[in-house]
């Protein structure tokens, strides 16, 4: 046993001992700090005393080619945090006594119950962005992804018993990749995730995130789909056939060129001298959209029963809007029975797209976006700063155009 200042010639003429026992060279420039040198590495150890008792605590070795190599200056580094455990009163050299999690519900930080915690939070936090509330589609769409729900898939359950503070990447990686055949819906669950997991962060129930950096694991392709005047027709007449509250609610959508879900949750007490004011539905900004409706739109909220409760288009009285994809949507594909793949958000496209081409409507781009709330299109850049007008003449007449239109196609007497 010797000591000595072990600078890099010093490390190099380490040897083992002449009987190929281990040697041991103390550095005498940091108390405790010993580099064993063996037959087929040498390897950095500090001494320490806990209780009264000489320990020792591997560091790591001294080996120049390999990736794990420790150099003196690593040593001092790792020997330095060691003995700040041992004036703490914690043994190096023993593992930190760490209790197991039990995957039930008095774990406060179990993921499911955590979740509950961050939705209720979500619900009523304002964006950053503009300070409104979030609507109300987006929050069902944030509790249906990270929770249970009844009827529904329940997507997390792979983490619903975990310790937030315990889940790592593989986990959420195990999770998305599993959804390799439902990439946008995968997508979606990844930015919820990445919402709850920041959340978490913030207030010390995981550290760090295990979504920090994380990319989305699948790309998207933005969808094209719009409907032929053909298949308008003979949507049209399938939807005039299955009638209310489903085909009525399928050709308010065309009619007004409005989202599926705002139409869903049209609200009487949203409309006002003929004006829907959309403010119940899912809009992706923060305006108030106002809709003058045409007259298509006027003459089936007029056709719909009326119930003591607002919802137009409802199989509860009014109380809730009907369900949104599930069985209603697979009962009016099966009604429509066109070829090609179709969804509902696709008569939004349809409105826009012939609103556009179509020689007898040409109605401008700036209009159409008006008209489906998208301001960016509307107004550009500093325009939606200092143009505050809502069109309500131009939007009122290019919707009748539309819906005159919709009627000669589909051979529909004014």
């Known amino acids: 046993m010797a000591t000595k200042k072990l600078t890099g010639i010093a490390i190099q003429q380490c040897k083992p001992n002449p009987d190929g026992s281990r040697s041991y060279t103390y550095d005498s420039s940091f108390p ?52 700040e455990l041992v004036k703490s009163g914690q043994d190096p050299s023993q593992p930190a006594i760490t209790k197991k999690t039990k995957p039930t519900t008095k774990n406060p930080n179990i993921f499911h119950r955590r979740v509950k915690q961050f939705l209720k939070w979500y619900k009523t936090s304002p964006k950053k962005r503009g300070g409104s509330q979030r609507s109300p589609a987006t929050i069902a769409q944030a509790k249906r992804l990270l929770s249970k729900k009844k009827g529904t898939v329940h997507y997390t359950k792979s983490l619903a018993f975990m310790d937030v503070s315990s889940i790592k990447r593989a986990n959420i990686l195990h999770l998305l990749e599993g959804l390799s055949d439902k990439p946008y819906q995968a997508n979606r669950i990844h930015s919820y995730l990445e919402l709850f997991f920041n959340w978490a962060w913030d207030r010390g129930y995981c550290d760090p995130s295990p979504m920090a950096g994380l990319r989305k694991q699948y790309a998207e392709q933005p969808r094209k789909r719009h409907l032929s005047p053909d298949e308008i027709k003979k ?120 609103a556009s081409e179509v020689e007898e409507l040409d109605i401008e781009p700036y209009l159409l976006g008006a008209i489906c709330n998208q301001i960016s299109v509307a107004k550009p850049g500093v325009s939606a700063t200092y143009n505050q007008a809502k069109w309500m003449k131009p939007k009122a007449e290019a919707l009748q155009a539309w819906n005159d239109y919709l009627k000669k196609l589909v051979k529909v007497k004014k």
């Not at 009907?322 to 409105?351: C, M, N, S």
Request: charged share 35%; with cysteine; hydrophobic share 30%.
């Open 32 to 83: 405790g700090l010993c580099l064993r040198a063996g037959r087929r590495d040498k390897s950095w150890v500090y001494y320490y005393r806990i209780d009264g008792k000489l320990r020792g605590k591997t560091l790591g070795k001294y080996a120049p080619d390999r990736v794990d190599h420790m150099d003196r200056a690593g040593a001092i580094e790792e020997a330095e945090r060691t003995d």
């Open 235 to 354: 949507l049209w007449k399938a939807c005039l056939k299955l009638g209310y509250p489903l085909g009525d609610w399928c050709r308010f959508t065309l009619a007004t060129g409005q989202r599926p879900g705002e139409c869903r949750n049209l609200n009487r007490n949203d409309l006002h001298d003929g004006v829907w004011l959309v403010e119940g539905g899912d809009p992706k900004n923060d305006e108030r959209h106002r809709i003058p409706l045409p007259s298509i739109a006027r003459e089936i909220i007029e056709a719909a029963p009326k119930f003591d409760k607002p919802f137009v288009f409802t199989t509860t009285g009014g109380e809730k809007p009907i369900t949104q994809g599930g069985k209603p949507y697979g009962e009016l594909y099966k009604a429509v029975g066109i070829e090609k793949d179709w969804r509902p958000h696709d008569l939004r496209r349809t409105f826009q797209t012939l």
